[in-house]
Structure formats: structure tokens, C-alpha cells
């Protein structure tokens, strides 16, 4: 089945300890996405990948990093979280300008 | 960059009505607008986009409407039936070349579809 998944789908943290979100995708896409989403915001892009080792910026990028090693996999870091970082992620996929799949979404909260 | 809002944030129907969502976007160079449906608990799902190159779009029962012109397109739901109750998010895009997107969202609206 085609998908794009993502772990966890629930973290509670604190405060500076860093973490990380994992995304993969078997849909051999090139174009790989963050995005957080907040009440009354919508969703805004972090970060992006056009293919292996190119990765860019998008809207709200600063706190985040990400790398992109593999085709498959995007994982989002997050290396001094902080409680304005609470949020639902969202990773997606796409190729050859079609449709961008969403993943499930992971919920984290910072204290 | 690119600036999309979307209008109402939220929109209450009756069972069988018709729902219009409307979104403008400010990039005059943004040629791609999809429209994405969040159920609860979800991931968004695209339910229909238009290229610029296209004026309308139907799919059974939803259609959009794209005018370059005014910078604004339009979801349209008939016949609305309660799984249609979810929020509703617009986009807008320009290509990235090699046939990638970077979307820009609308904040969203949750439509409820009263039985």
C-alpha cells in the first residue's frame, strides 16, 4: 500500500532535550515536506526536499533541521525544542508535480 | 512570497444544500491550486486541484473555479452530505521545476453538514 508514515504519532517532551520525527515514504517520490499545523493557522512549511541532499527552507524554518540521506526517508529534527514548538506535524510526499500524500501527522507537546 | 487566505473559517449547511469555499491568493505566477479535506485524527487528502491553464474543474460532486484575473479560486460542494464534514483547506503553487510544488495553505474552513 502506498503511504507515507511517520513516528512517533504522540510525543510529550521538555524543554531542550532534543528529538526526532522520522518520515518515510514507498512511493519512491522525489519531493519530500514538513509542515506544522496550528489552530487558526492552517499549515506552514519548514523545510523541503526536492530529492537526496537538497534540502530548503520554507516558511517557519527556524528550530528545525532536517537531512534527507535516502530517497525514502525525511526526518525532521528538532535539536533544543521549546513549548512554542507544541504542534501536529505533517510530512508529505509527491512526484512529478501530481499530488502531495500526507502522513498520519504527529502530535507534540514541549513543557 | 506567496499570501493564500480562504474564506468562511467556518460554514454551517443543511443536509443536501450547496457549500462554496472561497480563496485568494497573491503570486501571480502561482499556477497550481489543489484543495485538501482533513478529517478528524487525519492526514489532509486531496479531493480535486486546476492547473492555470484551466477555467473549472468538475468531479461528481465538487468543482472548482480558477480566476487568474481576480487572483481566486473557488471549492464548490452540491448535494452535501454529513461525511462531508470536515475542515477544508485551499492552495496555492508554483513549480519548483523538476515537476515539484512548494504549496502555500489557506488557514482553512470546517464545514459542517447539519442531517
Known amino acids: 500500500e502506498a503511504q507515507v508514515t511517520q513516528n512517533p504519532r504522540y510525543l510529550i517532551t521538555v524543554t531542550g532535550k532534543k528529538l526526532t520525527v522520522t518520515c518515510s515514504q514507498n512511493m519512491n517520490h522525489e519531493y519530500m515536506s514538513w509542515y506544522r499545523q496550528d489552530p487558526g493557522l492552517g499549515l506552514r512549511q519548514i523545510y523541503y526536499?526536492?530529492?537526496?541532499?537538497?534540502?530548503d527552507k520554507g516558511d517557519v524554518p527556524e528550530g528545525y533541521k532536517v537531512s534527507r540521506k535516502e530517497k525514502r526517508n525525511f526526518p525532521l529534527i528538532l535539536e533544543s525544542p521549546s513549548p512554542n514548538q507544541t504542534s501536529l506535524y505533517f510530512c508529505?510526499?509527491?512526484?512529478?508535480?501530481?499530488?502531495?500524500?500526507f502522513g498520519p501527522g504527529t502530535r507534540l507537546l514541549v513543557l | 512570497g506567496e499570501n493564500v487566505e480562504q474564506h468562511p473559517s467556518t460554514l454551517s449547511v443543511q443536509e443536501g444544500d450547496s457549500a462554496v469555499i472561497k480563496c485568494t491568493y497573491s503570486?501571480?505566477?502561482?499556477?497550481?491550486f489543489p484543495w485538501y479535506k482533513q478529517e478528524l485524527g487525519k492526514g489532509p487528502q486531496l479531493i480535486i486541484d486546476?492547473?492555470?491553464?484551466?477555467g473549472e474543474k468538475k468531479d461528481q460532486r465538487i468543482a472548482v473555479t480558477l480566476n487568474k484575473t481576480a487572483k481566486h479560486f473557488s471549492l464548490h460542494i452540491t448535494e452535501t452530505q454529513p461525511e462531508d464534514s470536515a475542515v477544508y483547506f485551499c492552495?496555492?503553487?508554483?513549480?519548483?521545476?523538476?515537476?515539484?510544488?512548494?504549496?502555500?495553505f489557506g488557514k482553512g474552513t470546517k464545514l459542517s453538514v447539519i442531517p
Open positions: 486546476i492547473r492555470s491553464n484551466v
Open positions: 492552495a496555492a503553487s508554483r513549480g519548483l521545476g523538476a515537476g515539484s510544488y512548494q504549496l502555500t
Open positions: 526536499s526536492m530529492n537526496v541532499e537538497v534540502t
Open positions: 508529505a510526499s509527491s512526484s512529478g508535480g501530481k499530488t502531495q500524500y
Open positions: 503570486d501571480s505566477a502561482s499556477n497550481y
